[in-house]
Nanobody, 119 residues
């Protein structure tokens, strides 16, 4: 099993910045792709950004140029630097990863961290 714990959410004014972190822990695992999703009230969960183990990134169009995903493989941690935040970025942000555990590829979710952007 892999546990994902997010942190860094909070309340920020429009135009401000936040940095989210997600740490993966467990025994004998190898993490592959890591992603950030978000879900606003009444809306479906959507992909925000992803990064492969090799560092290849992809972003939702709505955050391109404002958000940056990165990872520290030695620390099993993924980050999401969010700049120029907008009220429409308000959502609960979830960390996701695919990982190889005891030879089995599985996917895991964190509990999420709330981001609220005031206008």
């Amino acid at each position: 099993q892999v546990q994902l714990v997010e942190s860094g959410g909070g309340l920020v004014q429009a135009g401000g910045s936040l940095r989210l972190s997600c740490v993966a822990s467990g025994r004998m695992f190898t993490i592959n792709t890591m992603r950030w999703f978000r879900q606003a009230p009444g809306k479906q969960r959507e992909l925000v950004a992803g990064i492969t183990s090799g560092g290849i990134t992809d972003y939702a169009e709505s955050v391109t140029g404002r958000f940056t995903i990165s990872r520290d493989n030695a620390k099993n941690t993924v980050y999401l630097q969010m700049n120029s935040l907008k009220p429409e970025d308000t959502a609960r942000y979830y960390c996701y990863c695919t990982a190889l555990v005891a030879g089995i590829q599985s996917l895991y979710w964190g509990q999420g961290t709330q981001v609220t952007v005031s206008s």
